[in-house]
Each structure stands twice: as structure tokens, then as C-alpha cells.
């Protein structure tokens, strides 16, 4: 019983730090280098990078903690446990990548291939590390205390946090780049809800099969 116990653990503590090497060289090695930004926390980031010059190591902490704050009542501390795991290797990670120059090429000139895999790199770390019952990023935190004082639904909360975000990233992304960052925001979100429910398409398929 506590074999399974510390074998259950670690696998949790090793899928966490891999989403978190996910999305951090995504970020890194794409969204950063092409100014296509994500929304909420993570693009906040970014923005702050952009004005600021504060590091993503550093920025990122802040603003999660500043999150998970405001939603502690919401979340518990459960959730906020894991979340604390994540946003910590987050920021090691970034620090990581920070060290070394680009591992990717220039994806620039073409916004649209950035847009797709900085989205997948994104939806794949996340995935992962939301799976485990944390979040890589206050993003979560933030939906759901949006979501608790304005009584909105929580996908909406989530659409209001990233378009909120998105506007004030065209004080440094043009229009036509930002629309690219809509399509990775779209991309991401897919990723994710497929890594939580990867069996849910299936599933649906069957009970309609079921009924006919």
C-alpha cells in the first residue's frame, strides 16, 4: 500500500516537472523570441519581460502568488500545494533556458507555424501539470476567483483574463500579430481539454451508437 502510495507520488512529481519543461521552453524558444504572446498569466508575463525587463524567473513567481492569494478560499490548499510545485519549476526551468541562446530556429517570419506549435508546446505542458491537480501559472487561479465574485461562467472568466491580456499586448505587438496569438490561445486551450479528457470524443461516439 505505500509502495503504491510513493510510486503514485513520484510519477505526479515527475509529470509535473516535465509539463513544467514544457511550457517553459515554449515560452521560451517561441512565444518570447516572436512576440506571439498567450493570454492570462503567461502573456502577462511576457508583457512585463517586454516593458520591465523583468525576467520570466522572477515575474512569473510574483504574479502567481499574487493569484493563488486572491483564490485560496476558492481553490483550498490542495490544489494550491501542487500549483506551488509547478510555479516553481517554472520558474527553474525558464532560468534554465535563460542560460543557453535559442534551441529553436527563428520563427518569425512565419507567425503562423509560431502560433501552432508555441500553442502546442503550451497545451502540452499544461496539460500535464493541470492532470496532476495543480496549474502551471495563476491563469487558474485567477479564472476561478473572476468566476466566484462576478458569478460569471468559468470559461468565460478565462475568455475575459486572456482578451484582457491580449489588448494591452498591442502597446508592443501589432494587430496582425495578435491574431496569431488568438489562434495559439485556441490552440493551447484544445490541447489541454484533450490531455484531461482524451477518452471524452470516444465515449460519446458510443453511448450515440448505443442509442440508435
Known amino acids: 500500500m505505500r509502495f503504491r502510495f510513493h510510486r503514485t507520488l513520484c510519477i505526479k512529481v515527475l509529470l509535473t516537472v516535465l509539463g ?9 524558444n517561441i512565444h518570447r523570441q516572436t512576440n506571439i ?29 499574487t493569484c ?3 483564490a485560496l478560499r476558492v481553490l483550498g490548499f490542495g490544489f494550491l500545494k501542487w500549483s506551488a510545485v509547478a510555479t516553481l519549476c517554472v520558474s527553474c526551468f525558464f532560468r534554465l ?18 502560433a501552432l506549435l508555441g500553442g502546442l508546446f503550451v497545451g502540452v505542458g499544461v496539460g500535464l501539470i493541470i492532470r496532476q491537480g495543480g496549474s502551471s501559472g495563476g ?3 485567477l479564472a476561478l476567483t473572476i468566476s466566484h465574485v462576478t458569478h460569471w461562467r468559468l470559461s468565460f472568466s478565462y475568455l475575459f483574463t486572456d482578451l484582457t491580456v491580449l489588448l494591452l499586448s498591442l502597446t508592443y505587438i501589432p494587430l ?19 490531455i484531461q479528457h482524451p477518452h471524452r470524443p470516444r465515449l460519446r461516439l458510443r453511448k450515440k451508437a448505443g442509442t440508435e
Open 68 to 70: 493563488y492569494l486572491l
Open 20 to 28: 513544467a519543461a514544457i511550457v517553459s521552453f515554449g515560452i521560451y
Open 176 to 194: 496582425g500579430r495578435i491574431v496569431f496569438s488568438l489562434i495559439t490561445v485556441t490552440v493551447s486551450s484544445l490541447v489541454v481539454d484533450w
Open 139 to 141: 491563469d487558474d487561479a
Open 97 to 114: 533556458w535563460e542560460s543557453f541562446p535559442p534551441l529553436l530556429p527563428d520563427l518569425s517570419p512565419y507567425p503562423l507555424a509560431a
Open 37 to 65: 504572446t498567450e493570454g492570462g498569466v503567461l502573456g502577462m508575463v511576457l508583457l512585463v519581460n517586454r516593458w520591465l525587463g523583468i525576467s520570466p524567473a522572477l515575474a512569473t513567481p510574483i504574479l502567481d502568488i
